[in-house]
């Protein structure tokens, strides 16, 4: 469904007028052809103005916001936290948000509500480090480079107008390493993850793994190349199965990359389970059972059943508490030194890459602005 349905399905006043209006008041670009995209066309920003607009539209009088500025830069968190008073003002209306952003908490409530207590995250598997930074390390010996890409681009063309995602990219991560990549809100970043992970098609530009031309779909890749590159998406819950329970999601990649034999599949989920912080009986439940940081362990655990070389990560802490979001970063650490595999780090969390990251990769409207070490281009706050 395209963005102007998807509001005025919602909408008191569903005239297209009042939809761009909406759009408007979310503060979207309704004059570059968004009204017609889909959502899987937008970026994390765009997606989240277009829910609050959806929320507006039923002319509520009090709204109920989760999270509403997950996985956004903090510029961009800042316009929506001013963009939120704005509307509280100026519509009468009551707020309610649940966040874990002390910042945003800051800026706009009133008043605030702590259940600390209830949310402690789930504990840590015993084989965590103390201090991550402690662990990252390059592994001597590993074949190849890495992963690598050259001069990719990415053209999305919306009313005969050409926009360039990713204009000439150039990548790399080295094997064992733990590469970052930052950027702001719509600079390419998710659709660089993807191009990597073969799910978005470059107009131009090569990837190769370890010194191999890779194919650029992954359906085309073959299944061993399919197993090796892995990527852990910005919303689990828009694609973990919602009929499928955690053990059936996590027996699936074992059964098709691993071929492990059915007698092993329940042992196997359990460790792997285990390995992400969670209990055996996690296995039992569905996804809208879930918290959002067990759903974000979930998916790490999916795609690390498939025992890939290289792990994508796109926004993975971007919905969790500051521990929680310690915990799933120390946790992608240790397993990174335990399999051996290269990690790729999407985050606006710049102190989460700067502790975890020892490359950076910088984005900005699609064309990487610096790469080098983590510790000359991200400060840790
Ligand atoms: N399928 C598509 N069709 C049209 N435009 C698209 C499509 N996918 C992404 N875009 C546009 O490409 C740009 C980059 O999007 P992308 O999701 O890669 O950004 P991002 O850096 O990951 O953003 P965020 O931090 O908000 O998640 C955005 O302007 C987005 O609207």
């Known amino acids: 469904m395209r963005v102007r349905r998807l509001v005025a399905e919602t909408a008191v006043d569903p005239s297209p007028q009042a939809v761009r209006d909406l759009l408007a008041e979310c503060r979207l670009p309704v004059d570059d052809g968004l009204p017609d995209r889909r959502p899987g066309a937008l970026s994390g920003g765009q997606q989240r103005r277009v829910a609050l607009a959806r929320a507006l539209a039923r002319r509520p009088g009090i709204l109920l916001l989760d999270e509403p500025t997950a996985g956004l830069d903090t510029a961009l968190r800042d316009e929506i936290a001013g963009l939120l008073r704005h509307l509280a003002t100026t519509r009468d209306l009551a707020i309610v948000l649940a966040c874990h952003d002390p910042e945003l908490v800051d800026r706009c409530a009133d008043d605030v509500v702590d259940l600390a207590t ?25 074949a190849g480079n890495g992963l690598t890409a050259h001069g990719l681009t990415v053209g999305f063309t919306r009313h005969g107008r050409a926009r360039l995602a990713l204009d000439g990219v150039d990548f790399a991560a080295a094997p064992g390493s733990a590469t970052g990549i930052v950027g702001p809100s719509g600079s ?10 073969g799910l978005q098609r470059p107009d131009a530009g090569t990837l190769t793994l370890d010194d191999q031309v890779l194919p650029a779909l992954a359906r085309k890749r073959g299944r061993d190349r399919q197993r090796r590159i ?6 689990p819950l828009g694609t973990l199965n919602p009929a499928r329970t955690v053990g059936a999601t996590l027996a699936r990649p074992l059964r098709l990359h691993q071929a492990t034999a059915k007698a ?19 296995a039992r439940r569905y996804p809208a059972e879930l918290s959002g940081g067990q759903r974000q362990r979930v998916s790490i655990a999916r795609a690390l059943a498939a025992g890939p070389d290289v792990l994508l990560c796109d926004e993975v802490t971007s919905a969790l508490d500051p521990d929680t979001a310690t915990a799933i970063m120390s946790l992608l650490t240790a397993l990174r030194e335990r399999h051996g595999m290269t990690l ?9 890459i700067a502790r975890y990251t020892d490359t950076v990769h910088l984005l900005d409207t699609g064309r990487i602005t610096d790469s080098g070490p983590t510790a000359s281009l991200v400060a840790m706050t």
């Open 188 to 197: 390419g970043k998710t659709t660089l993850l993807r191009v990597l992970a």
């Open 344 to 352: 790729v780090v999407v985050s606006h969390e710049h102190h989460l």
């Open 264 to 282: 092993d599949l329940a042992d196997r989920v359990t460790g792997l389970l285990a390995d992400v912080g969670l209990p055996a009986d996690f």
């Open 230 to 235: 892995q990527l852990v998406p910005q919303n």
């Open 118 to 142: 209830a949310c402690r995250p789930a504990p840590r598997p015993a084989t965590l480090p103390a201090r991550p930074e402690d662990t990252v390390s390059h592994p001597d010996g590993m």
